[in-house]
């Protein structure tokens, strides 16, 4: 099963509502909330209470992209925010079992994240405790970047890894996504696909934005017979 887990970054932030549900309407399966705190990343996006609004205009699953340092200070108030599915990074987390751990404890499903320079390696230990690993195809911070194809055969490695190990964990991918490189990374296993600017068409666009999205998932359905 494939999600088209559509990126708010790259919605017109006066029309949130009427985005998601133009979104959601092309065939999104989830929604995707990327949180930074222009310290991990350059960049500084939203936090808790953007998610309690998103949380009142949508029923998908919301997918909190933690780009933060220091996550674990925050778990329970995108809990009690409404988050579904918690994501954090690798590279920030000293005690990455715990955290995932309490991630659960507060009620969601935790899930981690690599950057392009970070390899799968550091994640088997955990592997068995998450909903999903989400492999970053290009470094965290903004919307619009040019999708790191390299970043695949880390897709590849945790899709052998998965059977190998018996788990069942999703691989999701994030960055650079659109139609021009989803069924490379559906043939190399992904099947949640992050997409922001690939998506959204501006403000005021919404037949645009509904194309986008449909055509984006028909070229993700048809790279699915061509695993490899
Ligand atoms: C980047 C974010 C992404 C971003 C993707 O740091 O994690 O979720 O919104 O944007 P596009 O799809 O435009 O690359
Ligand atoms: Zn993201």
């Known amino acids: 099963m494939l999600d088209l887990a559509f990126s708010i970054l790259a919605a017109d932030f006066t029309h949130l509502a009427e985005e998601i549900a133009t979104a959601t309407r092309g065939g999104g399966t989830v929604c995707h909330v990327d949180v930074m705190d222009g310290h991990f990343v ?11 609004a998103v949380r009142r205009i949508t ?4 997918d909190v ?3 933060i340092e220091d ?5 329970g108030d995108f809990a009690k925010a409404g988050a579904n599915w918690l994501l954090v990074h690798q590279e920030v987390c000293r005690h990455l079992h715990r955290t995932l751990t309490s991630i659960r404890e507060h009620g969601m499903e935790p899930a981690v994240v690599i950057n392009p320079a970070t390899p799968v390696e550091t994640l088997i230990e955990v592997l068995p405790l998450v909903h999903h690993v989400l492999v970053m195809t290009v470094n965290p911070g903004f919307g619009g970047q040019s999708f790191i194809p390299r970043c695949l055969e880390k897709v590849r490695h945790l899709r052998s890894l998965r059977e190998e190990m018996g788990l069942h964990f999703r691989i999701e991918v994030d960055g ?19 997409a922001g600017s690939a998506i959204f068409a501006g403000a005021g666009q919404q037949e645009a934005t509904e194309r986008n ?3 984006f998932l028909k070229a993700a359905q048809a790279a699915t017979q061509m695993q490899a």
Do not use: C, S
């Not at 350059?42 to 309690?52: E, L, S």
């Open 59 to 62: 029923e998908l699953p919301l």
């Open 65 to 67: 992209h933690l780009m």
């Open 176 to 194: 650079g996504i659109g139609q021009d490189t989803v069924a490379d990374a559906v043939k190399a296993g992904a099947d949640l696909l992050v």
């Open 213 to 215: 999205a449909r055509e």
């Open 71 to 75: 996550p674990d200070r925050y778990i």
């Open 42 to 52: 350059p960049n500084i996006t939203f936090g808790p209470p953007v998610v309690a």
